[in-house]
């Protein structure tokens, strides 16, 4: 209900292929996720993103796969991530991204 900032909702765009049109969104608790219809890529729509071990602001957007639990999804890409890593926490993640331009492997691996 907050209307600080006076673009809320027009300027939302996909950051991997610029849709930004067939996005849908979700709202769990007070976090907006964004999917993207167009590319598969989905994100928490955070407007001041930080880092979560240091509290730093100073961090950079990376794609991070995702792992397809649900099998048979109409989409034949491969959904991604958008996270935040940061220089300082995340550095060895951070240059191995910047290195090999490919997503991220997902985090939250089975046990
Ligand atoms: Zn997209
Ligand atoms: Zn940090």
């Not at 907050?2 to 027009?10: A, H, N, T």
């Not at 935040?84 to 240059?95: E, K, M």
Request: with cysteine; aromatic share 2%.
């Amino acid at each position: 209900m907050s209307s600080e900032s006076g673009s809320d909702g027009s300027d939302l765009v996909c950051a991997r292929c610029g849709e930004d049109d067939r996005l849908r969104g979700e709202r769990r608790e007070e976090i907006i996720t964004i999917s993207c219809l167009a590319c598969g890529l989905v994100w928490d729509r955070d407007p001041t993103p930080s880092c979560k071990r240091c509290g730093s602001a100073d961090v950079r957007p990376a794609f991070q796969s995702i792992l397809d639990k649900a099998r048979g999804t109409q989409l034949s890409m491969q959904s991604v991530r958008l996270v935040h890593l940061c220089p300082d926490c995340d550095a060895d993640v951070l240059a191995d991204y910047a290195k090999s331009n490919t997503p991220l492997p997902p985090d939250e691996l089975p046990v």
